[in-house]
């Protein structure tokens, strides 16, 4: 039988702790893979499944947010509706966790004419969960009559520094 999960409105507090401990050992899976993802070379892959990992602590935050809220108003259940499935928000809770260090936004946008170029945001394609996961297939866009979405090139040491933070954060979770 095949069960479709509904959108989880409220949840027990006594079980956000063990919600909080998937989130992060989930983060650090993603982490982890994402690592091996960019040493291999697949570095649009590896930003992306980064930015699920960011995600999954971002979600950890905030539900421990809501634990301690709980706690304090002696609350049965918390309601998770406000940040359970906004990717924006969950980004934002792990970047206030752990600081802006945690970002890959920034690129060169032409990196191969020799000349230094002001750092452009990228954000839209990290921020939205439709478009983040784009990369991963081949899709047709018919207006611009273009195929697929490519991340642009973020620095190396941006990248490098962003997966130290997060796993930095992790370890203190842990």
């Not at 063990?18 to 892959?45: H, P, T």
């Not at 966790?97 to 004419?113: R, S």
Request: net charge negative; with cysteine; glycine share 4%.
């Amino acid at each position: 039988m095949c069960h479709i999960m509904s959108r989880v409105k409220l949840i027990p507090t006594l079980d956000l702790d063990v919600g909080i401990s998937r989130c992060i050992n989930k983060s650090e899976i993603l982490l982890q893979a994402a690592r091996k993802l960019y040493k291999c070379q697949y570095r649009d892959q590896a930003v992306i499944l980064y930015y699920y990992a960011v995600e999954e602590f971002g979600k950890a935050v905030m539900l421990k947010q809501k634990k301690n809220d709980a706690i304090l108003l002696n609350q049965k259940d918390v309601d998770v509706s406000d940040f359970f499935y906004n990717h924006d928000k969950k980004i934002e809770a792990a970047r206030i966790e752990i600081g802006k260090d945690i970002d890959i936004l920034e690129y060169n946008p032409i990196p191969d004419d020799g000349q230094f170029h002001d750092l452009v945001e990228r954000g839209p394609v990290i921020r939205d969960f439709f478009e983040r996961s784009s990369v991963f297939l081949t899709d047709y866009d018919p207006i611009s009559r273009t195929w697929g979405k490519d991340l642009p090139i973020p620095l190396v040491l941006q990248i490098e520094k962003a997966f130290e933070q997060l796993q930095t954060a992790l370890n203190k979770w842990k």
